[in-house]
């Protein structure tokens, strides 16, 4: 089978690469100036770091420090493998980890290279293939910051109480002012002068919905009240910004449980 290999890289989010692979191609060993995190779908391979060696397979996660010399190959045979990597800035980690863990300054290294941990391993995957989806950039990166928030709580084992926001009244009626528009985690950053992290957390926490959530419920409401003006469902969607029809059919159905033409029809 002939070797794949697709790279996630977009100016909205610099601070990361992902990459899917398909392959039975081996590496020479090296190091990347970035947080890694490596996982197989199918297949396995040897992963060498630190003068250790592990088995890595599915179920796992392979955890790369930023400057840390690895490879990561295949068996005696070169058979192939499918997996999945993610390259992450280490000032963007840096400023996630101080999110979590208010007193640090420099960012905190893994003492562990190989996690089994199946319920993460299934996020990170998940969270991979979203990354190469059309879905919404807000998503993506709330996605990515909920995994890398368990991540850190689970294996950094830092005791620190964490910051909070108390300005959410305002962030949730600047989305519902802005309703027809795609906005980013940065904007609500620089808008309201708050860590993206700490919004992210404290949003979700006093709303029971991710930023991300609770923008999309937005739209769908007024989604509703277009649909019974007589809007078309192709100008509905573009007037509240979804990628195309196809995205704004499958985020109604799965709020309303009914697609926009059914909707349409009964509320004529």
């Given at each position: 089978m002939q070797d794949t290999n697709n790279f996630f890289l977009d100016k909205k989010m610099p601070y990361l690469e992902c990459r899917y692979s398909n392959s039975s191609k081996n590496?020479?060993?090296?190091?990347?100036?970035?947080?890694?995190?490596?996982?197989?779908?199918?297949?396995?391979r040897e992963f060498h770091v630190n003068k250790k060696s592990f088995q890595v397979k599915a179920n796992y996660l392979a955890i790369i420090n930023s400057n840390q010399a690895h490879s990561c190959n295949t068996d005696k045979n070169n058979t192939q493998s499918e997996y999945y990597v993610l390259y992450l800035d280490n000032a963007w980690c840096l400023n996630l980890?101080?999110?979590?863990?208010?007193?640090?300054?420099?960012?905190?290294?893994?003492?562990?290279?190989?996690?089994?941990?199946?319920?993460?391993?299934?996020?990170?995957?998940?969270?991979?293939?979203?990354?190469?989806?059309?879905?919404?950039?807000?998503?993506k990166e709330e996605v990515l910051i909920n995994f890398m928030h368990k991540l850190y709580k689970k294996y950094l084992k830092l005791n620190n109480k964490p910051y909070e926001y108390d300005g959410l009244d305002e962030v949730a009626l600047y989305l519902k002012e802005n309703v027809s528009y795609s906005i980013s985690l940065d904007t609500l950053a620089k808008k309201f002068d708050i860590n993206k992290f700490v919004l992210i957390r404290s949003f979700n926490k006093k709303y029971g919905l991710s930023v991300h959530s609770y923008f999309?419920?937005?739209?769908?409401?007024?989604?509703?009240?277009?649909?019974?003006?007589?809007?078309?469902?192709v100008n509905t969607a573009l007037e509240l910004g979804f990628n195309d029809q196809s995205h704004f059919h499958r985020h109604f159905l799965k709020r309303i449980a009914a697609t926009p033409k059914d909707y349409q029809k009964e509320n004529k």
């Open positions: 590496y020479k060993e090296h190091m990347h100036d970035t947080f890694s995190i490596g996982a197989i779908v199918k297949g396995q980890q101080k999110s979590l863990f208010s007193s640090l300054s420099t960012l905190q290294n893994f003492s562990k290279y190989l996690l089994e941990d199946e319920e993460l391993f299934q996020e990170f995957v998940n969270l991979c293939a979203l990354l190469f989806s059309k879905e919404f950039y807000l998503k999309i419920n937005l739209k769908i409401n007024h989604a509703k009240v277009l649909l019974k003006e007589g809007n078309t469902i």
